[in-house]
């Protein structure tokens, strides 16, 4: 597995993004490290999706080479890294919450907190804001 | 290659979206339907990423499935269908305009018109209506 941005389809907006983040984990990922105030490796590998070592390797190493995430040595275990967002990162947060927005309106098993949808609906700008601030659901 | 929604990996809403619409090609035929005013076969096929037949045949089978897309015969042709976009298909607009705005920041060939850029920005509601009602790029 490629990090995928290294083939570039089409000068298109859309297939930009699709190439780095158009895949079925790395924006599970990015959700975990946005809305879920998850940081390391043992970490994402809870998350309920039951997402495979190898490709948790491979999303991190592509999100990483893309400028999305960025690594660090954990102060408190130098044998293990913190994973975060970079600016770039948080900049996807529009599409999560419109994402989020999307599955609230067409899922009827989507269990989305009311107040957290109403803010997507109402007050996003203020929502956004929160979310880089480190605000977790 | 099975229709992804079948198989649901968590009630999370982002991983619901993944699910539908989370691979590299399913939004680049929403976006053809959405912004480029493509509509059949042949006209997907032709876009610049080079879909190929087999991932296009899928795709179309399962964004159908999956309530995104729905055709009808071309009464100008009949042995040809004619693709939209229906109202949850629609919905995916926001989805859309959100990584069109994250390419134009992050992406330093994105060539995106700037009056398209300035109603993402100050003007979405707006854009949305016209998205709607079949302005193309």
Redesign the interface.
Known sequence: MPC?EKKR???????????QV???WS??VV?DLMLLGKKTYGEFLE????IATNVLANRLKCLEAG?IIEKARDPENKRRYLYSLTE?GF??T???L??????????S????PKDFLDMIENDRERLIAKVRAGMTL
Chains 1, 2 share one sequence.
């Not at 000068?11 to 993004?17: D, K, Q």
């Not at 998350?47 to 039951?50: L, M, P, Q, R």
């Not at 419109?98 to 899922?107: C, L, V």
Request: hydrophobic letters at 40%; charged letters at 30%.
């Open positions: 995928d389809r089409s000068l298109c907006p859309v297939t930009f993004a699709l190439d158009g895949d079925k924006l599970l959700r998350s309920a999706e039951g400028g770039k900049d996807l529009p599409i999560l419109e994402m989020i927005r999307w599955s609230a309106h067409h899922d098993d989507a269990g989305i």
